[in-house]
């Protein structure tokens, strides 16, 4: 198994492929790399899997320069029904877009904004309900192409989005509520994508406070659906990722708390760990290049 990572080796950061422990420097960094079509993009990586590896690299979130992440909501059951259960005032709303020909796409987070793996999440003061959204999320290179597979978690306010649906960049995209990684796994190396084991547990004062267990084999769209939509009027010239929504949901009135630490995994691709803060300070706290 090989993973593309971005990382920084002797203070400089760049991409290498990760296999069996052990990082081999990329010839460019990841966002170039992502303005290759998926052919040279795939022979520069088998190629360098050969090289010596290097010592010392330190694993970065798999997102920079121009790259966005960018969302798919109500693409599960289980995601169109705990958007009811918590709309209620607006519940035909989520009603038609689960069924609806054209996607629910939504902007969530620029390169710089997004935490790594082992990285802090945020939840904000002004919402009582916070959750996690454990994602498989697409790796697009400037062409369009599905280059790889990462784990997103689309960290989100039920409270703020069932108050009133056009509140959701509000619920979604601030500082912390991006969690990517923890590194791309190549899309030619795994089988089908539509049959990937997803499981999340959040931890609180030593214990298991909530967990389940899911697969993408439950996924409503199709995810060469999903990236035609985000490309249809728009362009990445770095490349983007799309997370492709959520199949598991905590019951209300489930909710993160300070100090949790949430654990993604998701088969072929990866496992995704973070912990939690409460409000903007805290956020700002975690992320010192912001102090």
Known sequence: MTHIVRCAIDGAVGAGVLAGGHVRPLPLPLAELLRLPLAELRALTERAAGAPPVAGAEQLAPVEGRMEVWAAGVTYQSSWLARMTESESSADVYDRVYGAERPELFFKSAAWRVVGDGGTAAVRADSAIDVPEPELALVLNAHGETVGYTVCDDVSSRTIEGENPLYLPQAKAYLGSCVVGPAIRPSWEVTDPYELPIRMA??????????????????????????????????????????????????????????????????????????????????????PALT
């Open 202 to 287: 959040v931890h609180r004062g030593g214990s298991v406070v909530w967990a389940g267990e899911a697969s993408t084999s439950r996924l409503h769209r199709r995810l060469d659906d999903l990236v035609e939509h985000l490309f249809r009027a728009d362009v990445f010239p770095d490349g983007v990722v799309l997370s492709t929504g959520t199949c598991l949901v905590p019951d209300l009135p489930f909710s993160l708390a300070d100090g949790d630490t949430v654990e993604i995994g998701i088969g072929e691709v990866g496992t995704l760990t973070h912990t939690v803060v409460r409000g903007l300070e805290r956020a700002i706290a975690s992320r």
